[in-house]
């Protein structure tokens, strides 16, 4: 005859195994999910994005430090030297604006391909280069 199995200790009911391990005679406690960690890989891979589109483009591209691409009929407010000119997009009824495109000549910085206006202003947005045409706006 087998001898007799001893009587299974009574469970204490606020006993609870740590997270992972099985409770005695049981199966294991399932892990608890890690989306705190997957939530801060995900923001740190955005991170790193933010931070390389940032250095691509430079820190004056990305504060609006950067020559405006203004079309045709749109006026502009042009100051600064001639060598270095600030051009700020304004309304053609604003009292700063004081030039008119008529023509924007693309992929180029030659000054001497615009036909008309008065004045010409070489730009470079990002990799394309062009030329404003420019007229005074009559006030």
Do not use: H
């Amino acid at each position: 005859m087998s001898a007799p199995t001893p009587p299974a200790a009574p469970q204490d009911p606020q006993f609870s195994p740590p997270q992972g391990q099985s409770e005695p005679g049981g199966a294991p406690a399932p892990a608890a999910p890690a989306k705190e960690s997957k939530l801060k890989k995900v923001l740190g891979v955005v991170v790193l994005i933010v931070i390389a589109v940032v250095v691509k483009l430079g820190i004056g591209y990305v504060f609006d430090d950067s020559p405006v691409r203004a079309e045709v009929g749109d006026c502009v407010k042009v100051t600064g030297s001639e060598n270095n000119p600030d051009v700020e997009t304004k309304g053609c009824d604003d009292k700063d604006a004081n030039y008119k495109v008529l023509k924007v000549v693309e992929n180029t910085f030659d000054v001497n391909a615009c036909k008309v206006g008065e004045a010409a202003l070489a730009q470079e947005w990002d990799a394309d280069k062009f030329v404003l045409c420019l007229d005074p706006v009559k006030k």
